[in-house]
């Protein structure tokens, strides 16, 4: 059975339109165990993910995609050319893990954090409890209510 999540990305870095433009994108540079353990042991192929705008004005919910490959290595880690470097990386011990995404859809509008905040149904969702996770779970009741709030243009 297929999951939900939540993913944080900046748009000014990589945003649901690039994502769109793209078709298909890694993801990665995660650097935080508690997201790297749902990357590389949770995140599974045909996981619904909600593309949320981080550190934007407003911040919200962009879109939807689909993971299409489970949790894998990193390379960025093993690559001292890379932001995402990391010299403790090993074959044996790869650290960082990364998933693939596809495109599924973007919202006629964001759906803001305030949005989020004030729809029923939500007020136990992670994003919304200032949650810095780059990666969180998501519920099938609060992924839904998400998904109508966007394909709404809320």
Same mark, same amino acid.
């Given at each position: 059975?297929?999951?939900?999540?939540?993913?944080?990305?900046?748009?000014d870095?990589?945003?649901?339109?690039?994502?769109?433009?793209?078709?298909?994108?890694?993801?990665?540079?995660?650097?935080?165990?508690?997201?790297?353990?749902?990357?590389?042991?949770?995140?599974?192929?045909?996981?619904?993910?909600?593309?949320?705008?981080?550190?934007?004005?407003?911040?919200?919910?962009?879109?939807?995609? !689909?993971?299409? =490959?489970?949790?894998?290595p *990193?390379? $960025?880690? +093993?690559?001292?050319?890379?932001?995402?470097?990391?010299?403790? /990386?090993?074959? !044996?011990?790869? =650290?960082?893990?990364?998933? *693939?995404? $596809?495109? +599924?859809?973007t919202?006629?509008?964001?759906?803001?954090?305030? /949005?989020?905040?004030?729809?029923?149904?939500?007020?136990?969702?992670?994003?919304?409890? +200032?949650?810095?996770?780059?990666?969180?779970?998501?519920?099938?009741?609060?992924?839904?209510i998400?998904?109508?709030?966007?394909?709404?243009?809320?």
């Amino acid at each position: 059975m297929s999951r939900c999540w939540l993913f944080k990305s900046e748009p000014d870095v990589y945003s649901i339109g690039h994502l769109e433009r793209d078709g298909r994108t890694h993801w990665e540079g995660v650097r935080n165990y508690q997201a790297r353990n749902f990357l590389r042991d949770e995140v599974k192929p045909g996981d619904r993910v909600l593309y949320y705008h981080s550190n934007a004005d407003p911040p919200g919910v962009a879109g939807l995609a !689909e993971v299409v =490959r489970a949790g894998y290595p *990193d390379p $960025a880690a +093993r690559d001292p050319e890379s932001e995402y470097y990391d010299p403790k /990386a090993s074959d !044996e011990d790869p =650290r960082w893990y990364r998933v *693939d995404l $596809a495109f +599924r859809e973007t919202f006629p509008a964001l759906v803001p954090l305030d /949005a989020l905040r004030a729809a029923p149904g939500l007020e136990k969702m992670l994003v919304i409890n +200032r949650s810095r996770l780059s990666v969180q779970p998501v519920t099938d009741e609060e992924c839904e209510i998400v998904l109508r709030l966007g394909r709404a243009g809320a």
